[in-house]
């Protein structure tokens, strides 16, 4: 997700950008990703994908809770919007007395199974669990001026109450990715109950077919008074057969070509008209047309496979940002806390990618938070290119080839792993550049840089006018910065032309010759 400003000016964007950083280091943290590939296969089964979020301490969590562990009453749930959710789900005893110390007794003594556990598939008595039963009720006030009070937190086991408390906010503590909304109540419709009629057809097709085929045999068609012996019919090798006519032996088709055909329908075809995915799709496989296709061939039959999924997809954008604006209030309350009792900073790590690298920076979150009011959460694809490197380089040489980028504009677009390192030095005087800006437009940055003759003054000067318009102009940006970058755009223009003067209009370090790749000229001879 991506934090968006309403109406914010330069310092409110740039703090919007590092909530953006800040969340995906949280999701990662909390393992959200790869609980949302478990949660998307447990929507097209079950109809949900259902995780818990919740702390302990200030430690987050997001954890896979499968839909029969969630409750809700039929009447109340009728329209879609239940007003209380219970979850009964089993912890290990161990560490339910970890959250709660104070009730390690009655912990120790809970039960591990209620009377209408008997449909569990597991019935092992050496695991040692705890049921646990929760309930949250929503406050009947949603007016954040004047909040009702009557919103409850229950947490329980057999022979205890753990928790007891106000609930304030007004939503559940849950992410839920519906495959399909149902018409009516608060449980989705997966694939499996859309494809459930149609198997009961293929079950009962299957059944008749196997019938059929044990009971049809082979036969033997023989004129009267011909001699057969039947006697000596059998299944053996090298029998043998005597009588005065010769017998013929047929088998028929166990089946009707067009009852065979039905079946097979029943099996490929129906399951597409009925879910909209081609069986290609859920195979992972291509057409044969397009098995050794163009990047543009194949992206249109999979733009085009995947059309039926955009419900499911929007819904997975949803899910993601209603999961952040939870694990949001979850941090504020760490926040609280520790200011309240002077304790530790909250601090997330994070992977940053410039400059052509990886390493991990942390973020604190008192340095980032946010009031709500103040920005919003979107979600956007996090490349427009492909993920796949012939796709990619498909879509970049199309882009090229139409003028839209140059060619250090295109090598920083290729992010290929293995060969990273070559296109980092070859694309360096850009990144350098792009390095230099970014550092200038930090407001933290009390320094000064001054452009190196071994730099692309070009670059610099081109680079640095756009980045300064767009801060002056556009983000608002204060004085000091924007004052900064003009310097340096100031400073680079002079040493480019002082230097096209002294020694004429000759390239300038990391210049583009044609066929002598970027930053190739700063090397000079080598001997290898």
């Known amino acids: 997700p991506m934090a968006l400003t309403t109406g914010g000016d330069f310092?409110?964007?740039?703090?919007?950008?590092?909530?953006?950083?800040?969340?995906?280091?949280?999701?990662?943290?909390v393992g959200f990703w790869a609980t949302r590939e478990l949660r998307i296969r447990d929507s097209a089964i079950f109809g949900d994908g259902i995780a818990r979020n919740f702390r302990v301490g200030r430690k987050l969590h997001h954890?896979?809770?499968?839909?029969?562990?969630?409750?809700?009453?039929?009447?109340?749930?009728?329209?879609?919007?239940?007003?209380?959710?219970?979850?009964?789900?089993?912890?290990?005893?161990?560490?339910?007395?970890?959250?709660?110390?104070?009730?390690?007794?009655?912990?120790?003594e809970a039960a591990s199974k209620l009377t209408d556990?008997?449909?569990?598939?597991?019935?092992?008595?050496?695991?040692?669990?705890?049921?646990?039963l929760e309930a949250i009720h929503l406050p009947s006030?949603?007016?954040?001026?004047?909040?009702?009070?009557?919103?409850?937190?229950?947490?329980c086991i057999s022979n205890a109450t753990l928790a007891n408390t106000d609930y304030v906010r007004d939503y559940h503590p849950i992410s839920k990715n519906t495959f399909q909304k149902p018409l009516v109540g608060w449980h989705g419709e997966g694939m499996v109950r859309q494809l459930a009629g149609l198997q009961y057809e293929?079950?009962?097709?299957?059944?008749?077919?196997?019938?059929?085929?044990?009971?049809?045999?082979?036969?033997?068609?023989?004129?009267?008074?011909?001699?057969?012996?039947?006697?000596?019919?059998?299944?053996?090798?090298?029998?043998?057969?005597?009588?005065?006519?010769?017998?013929?032996?047929?088998?028929p088709a166990p089946w009707h070509p067009q009852f065979m055909q039905y079946y097979e329908s029943l099996l490929t075809k129906r399951p597409q008209d009925i879910t909209g995915l081609s069986g290609f799709a859920t195979r992972s496989e291509l057409p044969a047309g397009l098995a050794g296709g163009s990047g543009i061939e194949i992206r249109n039959y999979k733009d085009t496979d995947t059309e039926n999924l955009i419900p499911q997809g929007r819904e997975d954008e949803r899910d993601v940002v209603d999961t952040m604006w939870q694990l949001f209030d979850l941090m504020e309350e760490i926040h609280d806390e520790s200011k309240a009792v002077g304790g530790k900073k909250y601090i997330v790590k994070v992977e940053?990618?410039?400059?052509?690298?990886?390493?991990?920076?942390?973020?604190?979150?008192?340095?980032?938070?946010?009031?709500?009011?103040?920005?919003?959460?979107?979600?956007?694809?996090?490349?427009?290119?492909?993920?796949?490197?012939?796709?990619?380089?498909?879509?970049?040489?199309?882009?090229?080839?139409?003028?839209?980028?140059?060619?250090?504009?295109?090598?920083?677009?290729?992010?290929?792993?293995?060969?990273?390192?070559?296109?980092?030095?070859?694309?360096?005087?850009?990144?350098?550049?792009?390095?230099?800006?970014?550092?200038?437009?930090?407001?933290?940055?009390d320094d000064t840089i001054v452009p190196e003759s071994a730099m692309n003054l070009d670059l610099c000067v081109a680079i640095g006018t756009l980045a300064y318009l767009e801060a002056k102009w556009i983000d608002k940006a204060p004085e000091k910065v924007t004052a900064r970058l003009l310097g340096f755009v100031i400073n680079a223009r002079a040493?480019?032309?002082?230097?096209?003067?002294?020694?004429?209009?000759?390239?300038?370090?990391?210049?583009?010759?044609?066929?002598?790749?970027?930053?190739?000229?700063?090397m000079g001879p080598v001997n290898v």
């Open 11 to 29: 310092g409110a964007a740039r703090r919007a950008k590092a909530i953006t950083k800040f969340s995906e280091g949280v999701l990662d943290s």
């Open 63 to 108: 954890e896979r809770t499968l839909p029969g562990e969630i409750l809700v009453d039929p009447c109340d749930a009728y329209y879609g919007r239940p007003r209380t959710l219970y979850i009964r789900h089993h912890i290990d005893r161990r560490v339910l007395i970890e959250q709660h110390p104070e009730f390690k007794k009655e912990i120790q």
């Open 117 to 132: 556990d008997l449909w569990l598939t597991w019935d092992d008595e050496m695991s040692d669990v705890v049921v646990v």
């Open 141 to 155: 006030s949603e007016d954040e001026d004047s909040p009702s009070d009557d919103g409850a937190y229950v947490k």
């Open 202 to 251: 293929v079950n009962s097709v299957g059944l008749r077919m196997q019938e059929q085929g044990f009971m049809t045999g082979s036969y033997v068609w023989s004129q009267d008074a011909s001699g057969l012996e039947i006697d000596t019919l059998d299944n053996g090798t090298l029998s043998v057969i005597r009588s005065l006519t010769e017998p013929k032996f047929f088998t």
């Open 352 to 445: 940053r990618r410039a400059d052509g690298r990886s390493a991990i920076e942390d973020i604190d979150y008192a340095k980032v938070r946010m009031d709500k009011s103040e920005f919003t959460l979107r979600t956007f694809p996090t490349s427009y290119l492909a993920s796949t490197p012939s796709d990619r380089w498909q879509q970049v040489s199309e882009m090229a080839e139409k003028g839209l980028f140059s060619e250090d504009e295109v090598l920083s677009l290729l992010d290929f792993p293995d060969v990273q390192r070559v296109l980092n030095l070859r694309n360096s005087p850009r990144r350098t550049v792009e390095r230099i800006v970014e550092m200038l437009l930090d407001p933290d940055f």
């Open 495 to 522: 040493m480019r032309d002082s230097a096209q003067q002294g020694e004429g209009a000759g390239p300038q370090p990391g210049s583009q010759e044609p066929g002598m790749p970027p930053g190739e000229e700063l």
